[in-house]
Structures are given as structure tokens and as C-alpha cells.
């Protein structure tokens, strides 16, 4: 599987960004997706998840203002980034791994296989 992240950029407090994700290599199977950030000096934080069923999972940090969303055709993942503080900066990465449940994971960052090599988000 392999997953390339795009959208990231400069945006001033308050703005809109929209993060994509094509996947490749995807098996049949049940597969979750999932967003995650990190800052300079700061662990690995879960955004958001979705599930093989369409149950999303976010962050109390971001509930509200980030929605998690997939195009099946496409095989494509994004992440719609609304009024954006200066602490959403980060550096997004998106992750998928095998199994049709995985919200209770968003936390857990050495459970999902698959890594993408991460778009750089900065508000200021």
C-alpha cells in the first residue's frame, strides 16, 4: 500500500485548506484510514479516523472544524481543515490499515500499517 499526501500550505488563522490522499495497493479487505500530525518536539497526534462502515473519529482538538471524508472510486482520502488555528500547524500524514474498526486506535499511532510521507500545514 502506499499513500501520498497533498493540499498542505501557508494559510493565515481563520482559513480553509483541504488534504488529499491517493492510495495505491489497497487489498479487499475492510481497511481504515485515518489522519494524524505532528509538530516539532511533540508526539504523533491522531486527527481523525474512518471506518470501513463510514463511522468517523476525531480529535477533541479538531472535532468541529476537521471533517474526514473518502471518494471509493478514486481510492482517495482527504481532510477539509476549517478555521484553522496556529496550533493546527503540523506536518498531516495519512495512515489506512486492515480491519473495519479502528476509531479506538486514533490514538494509538503504532497500530496502523501504512504511512504516507506527510504534507506540511502552517498557519500563521
Known amino acids: 500500500v502506499q499513500l501520498v499526501e497533498s493540499g498542505g500550505g501557508l494559510v493565515q488563522p481563520g482559513g480553509s485548506l483541504r488534504l488529499v490522499c491517493t492510495a495505491s495497493?489497497?487489498?479487499?479487505?475492510?481497511?481504515?484510514v485515518a489522519w494524524f500530525r505532528q509538530a516539532p518536539g511533540k508526539e504523533r497526534e491522531g486527527v481523525a479516523a474512518?471506518?470501513?462502515?463510514?463511522?468517523?473519529t476525531y480529535s477533541d482538538s479538531v472535532r468541529g472544524r476537521f471533517t474526514i471524508s473518502k471518494d471509493y472510486a478514486k481510492n482517495t482520502l482527504y481532510l477539509q481543515l476549517n478555521s484553522l488555528k496556529p496550533e493546527d500547524t503540523s506536518m498531516y500524514y495519512c495512515?489506512?490499515?486492515?480491519?473495519?474498526?479502528?476509531?479506538?486506535?486514533?490514538?494509538?499511532?503504532?497500530?496502523?500499517?501504512?504511512w504516507g510521507q506527510g504534507t506540511q500545514v502552517t498557519v500563521s
Open positions: 474512518l471506518e470501513y462502515n463510514g463511522t468517523t
Open positions: 495497493g489497497v487489498t479487499t479487505s475492510p481497511t481504515c
Open positions: 495512515a489506512a490499515r486492515s480491519g473495519g474498526y479502528c476509531g479506538y486506535l486514533l490514538q494509538t499511532s503504532a497500530a496502523w500499517s501504512y
